[in-house]
């Protein structure tokens, strides 16, 4: 079974720039989670998704950070204008239908550097 | 909002040593307590979970023990290895919301 892929892995931009981030999940996951995680610290979740509706997006800085599951498959998550503390690796996860708890399944994360 | 905190930050065993990680948390209506692994590189990796109805749970090398009085639980690794080297990630949740401690830096010397 193929796992959570993420692209770019590495990317470096500078301040202002602005990224964009994509996923694609584990085949019939409903659920996709999209995580931040600073160097030295644990994910910090930013958005949610049940299919292609926002579940949770509370601490997701929405002047800056945007996401999207239009056909509640793939994911994309933007950041413009980025700054220099946004600088992390950006961690999609996802869980198959039906668990509101349980295993989230990780994908490798896509490192972004602001410089 | 849930509170998770992890101890200590950096553990180096003796291959072969038991390694035990312990973590706290706030929210005493936090029902589920999963450990997640992430070696460099790489995504974190679910390891072993626990719910709140539980008070220890073993799989194989791994074993992970809860005190919902204390508001508690502790990862245990026995007889070490090499690859166990990587950093450890407690969590806790009630309903949707995983919320993350630190990580711990586990290594293990040959």
């Known amino acids: 079974e193929a796992g959570v892929a993420q692209s770019p892995r590495y990317k470096i931009i500078e301040k202002r720039q602005s990224v964009a981030f994509w996923c694609n999940p584990i085949s019939g996951h409903a659920t996709l989670y999209w995580y931040q995680q600073i160097l030295g610290q644990g994910p910090k979740l930013l958005i949610q998704?049940?299919?292609?509706?926002?579940?949770?997006d509370s601490q997701l800085p929405k002047d800056r950070f945007s996401a999207e599951r239009l056909k509640g498959v793939d994911s994309t998550l933007k950041i413009q204008p980025a700054k220099l503390e946004d600088s992390a690796v950006y961690l999609c996860?996802?869980?198959?239908?039906?668990?509101?708890?349980?295993?989230?399944?990780f994908g490798e994360g896509s490192r972004l550097t602001v410089l | 909002g849930e509170n998770v905190e992890q101890h200590p930050s950096t553990l180096s065993v003796q291959e072969g040593d038991s390694a035990v990680i312990k973590c706290t948390y706030s929210?005493?209506?936090?029902?589920?307590f999963p450990w997640y692994k992430q070696e460099l590189g790489k995504g974190p990796q679910l390891i072993i979970d626990?719910?709140?109805?539980?008070g220890e749970k073993k799989d194989q090398r791994i074993a992970v023990t809860l005190n919902k009085t204390a508001k508690h639980f502790s990862l245990h690794i026995t007889e070490t290895q090499p690859e166990d080297s990587a950093v450890y990630f407690c969590?806790?949740?009630?309903?949707?919301?995983?919320?993350f401690g630190k990580g711990n830096q586990v290594v293990v010397i040959p």
């Open positions: 996860a996802s869980r198959p239908p039906g668990h509101n708890t349980g295993e989230l399944f």
């Open positions: 969590a806790a949740s009630r309903g949707n919301r995983l919320a």
């Open positions: 998704f049940q299919n292609n509706g926002v579940v949770d």
């Open positions: 626990i719910r709140s109805n539980v």
């Open positions: 929210d005493s209506a936090s029902n589920y």
